[in-house]
């Protein structure tokens, strides 16, 4: 079977494809830390801000930063009250949660730059790929991890990122979030969104990345055409030492 290569816009592809994915895990945590009326949110490496409008729609006060002009710009007509940040994290603290769901690679500043926006006491989230075992998705990431050389899942352990920035680990857990897409098409547009293959296509063709993501995607399309792989992510959950 040949691939049907298909345009795909990243940041909107992101918002419409991908984030969705990630809902469980941003409903563990917040229902972990009892995210509600009264709390206030920081969403650093925010994206296209789901999850920011899902805190909003407990009834937090949300403000949120990301690298990515594209995905705050999607991110504001959202949430077109709330504070978000390019360059920084909005000074709209302080805050008492304070969020990385995608890793620390969007963040503005980095994660120590934002401790000083936190409240005494305040939930620092960290999270990304739990074990490889447990991924699905890290068979396909070894597309990237093959035109690239790099590792692909665990980059890196959330205590030891959280402890460098001189926070405390506090607690953590793991969420299922199977990845779920009506085609392989929109699975490789979906995947292509994360950042995860940025090196791989900057490294090599972009259509050989796009025709060996749909290879490597065949085991895991079922009979009617959709795509499934069951994942589990990490978070991690610190306290300023």
Request: with cysteine; hydrophobic share 45%.
């Amino acid at each position: 079977m040949t691939p049907t290569l298909v345009p795909h816009h990243p940041a909107r592809d992101w918002a419409e494809i991908q984030e969705r994915m990630l809902v469980p895990l941003y409903e563990a945590v917040y229902d972990r830390l009892g995210v509600g009326a009264g709390s206030r949110v920081l969403g650093l490496g925010c994206g296209s801000g789901l999850a920011l409008l899902m805190a909003a729609g407990r009834g937090a006060r949300v403000a949120g930063a990301d690298r990515d002009h594209a995905r705050v710009a999607l991110a504001r007509e959202r949430l077109p009250e709330a504070p978000l940040g390019t360059a920084e994290a909005p000074d709209a603290g302080p805050y008492d949660v304070i969020t990385a769901f995608h890793g620390t690679a969007g963040i503005p500043g980095g994660l120590t730059a934002v401790t000083r926006t936190a409240e005494p006491g305040a939930a620092f989230v960290l999270a990304g790929w739990g074990p490889a075992e447990r991924c699905a998705t890290a068979t396909v990431l070894r597309v990237a991890a093959r035109l690239t050389g790099w590792a692909g899942t665990e980059r890196g352990g959330l205590e030891e990122t959280v402890t460098a920035a001189g926070l405390r680990p506090a607690a953590s857990g793991r969420v299922a979030c199977p990845f779920g897409y009506a085609d392989r098409d929109s699975a490789v547009r979906g995947l292509l969104s994360t950042g995860e293959f940025d090196a791989a296509v900057r490294a090599t063709d972009p259509d050989q990345v796009e025709k060996e993501l749909q290879e490597a995607l065949e085991p895991h399309v079922r009979p009617d055409g959709t795509v499934w792989m069951p994942n589990v992510f990490r978070y991690v959950i610190a306290r300023a030492a």
